[in-house]
């Protein structure tokens, strides 16, 4: 079945430095989305990237889609405590389910 | 956020008792995933619905049934409560839009913390 791999699993920064997420699939995606999840919370919806090579932009966030349609990366510029939290990809194939990563955790440092 | 709610929130119990989550929406979504969520795994889905009375398995079904008798609720059932299901489940709804390609977005509850000593 599909996979769907994400690293670093684990990710401390300084605060006003910069955090990537990697995510890669074994097969084409459909589209990606992203969540993100605060401690001791639930995973709530970022963003969905459909396009072969599309980039979106969110203030500080910049999420990129591969040109194959098979990996997609999560740019931080600045990280902020407020950006603390666990930061999921999720893959969606040809059915109407999502096959997440397991998650990439964002401490920042004051 | 969605109005989804999830019961109980924190459940302690023993080995081999049946147990019972409940999934419930306000949104008239089609749309029901029961995940659980562990260390080092991410999110996991275990059974989904696409409407009522029908459902299909997810990645990690065994030792998991569910139901869905109306559309607002989504009961997730350990029949014999192991100890490697203790986890947080979470439920998540979605709305298929036509014409939106693939998959939807995802809304989750705020989750099920089961223990099974």
């Known amino acids: 079945g599909q996979q769907v791999m994400q690293i670093p699993q684990y990710q401390h920064v300084q605060e006003g430095e910069d955090f990537t997420t990697y995510c890669n699939s074994s097969?084409?995606?459909?589209?990606i989305q992203w969540y993100k999840q605060r401690p001791g919370g639930h995973p709530v919806f970022l963003i969905q990237?459909?396009?072969?090579?599309e980039v979106k932009k969110q203030k500080r966030l910049t999420f990129q889609f591969g040109e194959a349609k098979k990996n997609s990366s999560l740019h931080i510029t600045a990280t902020q405590t407020t950006d603390v939290g666990t930061y999921f990809c999720a893959g969606g194939g040809s059915a109407r389910q999502l096959t997440f990563g397991s998650g990439t955790q964002l401490t920042v440092l004051p | 956020d969605a109005g989804i709610t999830q019961s109980p929130r924190h459940k302690v119990t023993e080995t081999g008792t049946p147990v019972t989550l409940r999934c419930h929406q306000t949104?008239?979504?089609?749309?029901m995933y029961w995940y659980r969520q562990d260390p080092g795994h991410g999110l996991r889905l275990i059974h989904y619905?696409?409407?009522?009375?029908?459902?299909d398995k997810g990645e990690v079904s065994d030792g998991y049934s569910v139901s869905r008798s109306k559309t607002e609720d989504f009961l997730l059932t350990l029949e014999s409560a192991t100890s490697s299901q203790t986890s947080v489940y979470f439920c998540?709804?979605?709305?298929?839009?036509?014409?939106?390609?693939?998959?939807?977005?995802?809304?989750f509850g705020p989750g099920t913390r089961l223990t099974v000593l």
């Open positions: 949104e008239n979504h089609r749309y």
């Open positions: 619905s696409y409407g009522v009375k029908d459902t």
């Open positions: 990237l459909v396009k072969s090579g």
């Open positions: 097969t084409t995606l459909s589209n």
């Open positions: 998540a709804i979605s709305e298929f839009r036509a014409g939106g390609g693939g998959t939807d977005t995802q809304y």
